[in-house]
């Protein structure tokens, strides 16, 4: 990890519209990402690690990577998000420069016998692609049938009609009134497009969910959620709940 990273000027141009947490973040990665090598660009680490390193809650650390990963004209990084807090998340830096070692942790090499230079790694064979289908989380069954959504998101569901994996678990962790499931799905169907989607989806109902649990178990009212097909159609699965106070009584239903 010793060394030089480079940074490259262009930055300059996107500071005064980045905010801080995002400056951070992307320092960090520049500094923590492998600087040879296939893994060339590429940080994993669990959202829980970065947090207690970087001195930012975990929220933070979400907004700040989804602001690196929108930033225009082209993005800054790409993101593999793992299922929960303590699972590893992979971030890749794109347009990545690499890294310099100082010459005494290069391995030697003067002007008379320069270090030698190492063999190139050869490019990794692709594996066969597993047979799973990705928006879904469902593995592929003998017989399913294709559905398409109105921006293009490709749904295979198997021909017994059953439910794609991801929403069997944010059904089954919904902490109020779920209403009718078929319905739920439809709405579903209709505003969610990628695994992106998905993760958001799933991360920001744990948030308030254990919110919730936290108030009722304190004997405080809380409000309840909606219906899952109007906390779709109105736009709460995407929408970011606000950290706690530092009290931990209090904080702002998004949904009211």
Request: aromatic residues 8%.
């Amino acid at each position: 990890m010793a060394g030089y990273v480079k940074l490259r000027r262009g930055l300059l141009e996107h500071l005064p519209r980045m905010t801080p947490n995002a400056v951070k973040l992307y320092l960090y990665l520049l500094l923590k990402a492998r600087g040879t090598g296939v893994d060339k660009g590429l940080y994993r680490s669990t959202s829980r690690a970065m947090a207690e390193e970087l001195a930012m809650n975990r929220l933070a650390i979400m907004s700040a990577t989804r602001e690196l990963e929108d930033m225009k004209p082209k993005p800054f990084i790409e993101v593999k998000r793992a299922a929960n807090q303590h699972a590893v998340t992979e971030y890749r830096i794109l347009r990545f420069a690499g890294s310099e070692l100082i010459p005494a942790e290069a391995g030697g090499g003067t002007e008379d016998e320069p270090a030698p230079v190492p063999a190139p790694v050869p490019a990794p064979v692709p594996a066969d692609p597993p047979k799973q289908i990705a928006i879904n989380g469902l593995a592929a069954p003998k017989t399913y049938k294709t559905e398409e959504n109105s921006r293009g998101a490709i749904f295979r569901r198997g021909s017994d009609g059953s439910y794609p994996t991801w929403f069997e678990r944010f059904w089954g962790s919904y902490p109020s009134t779920k209403g009718a499931k078929k319905t739920a799905f439809e709405k579903v169907r209709k505003v969610v497009k990628c695994d992106r989607d998905i993760e958001l989806a799933l991360e920001y109902l744990g948030i308030r969910a254990q919110h919730i649990a936290a108030m009722k178990a304190n004997g405080k009212f809380v409000e309840s959620l909606p219906h899952v097909e109007r906390y779709f159609s109105r736009g709460l699965w995407n929408q970011e709940p606000e950290s706690p106070a530092d009290n931990g009584d209090e904080i702002r239903m998004a949904w009211q």
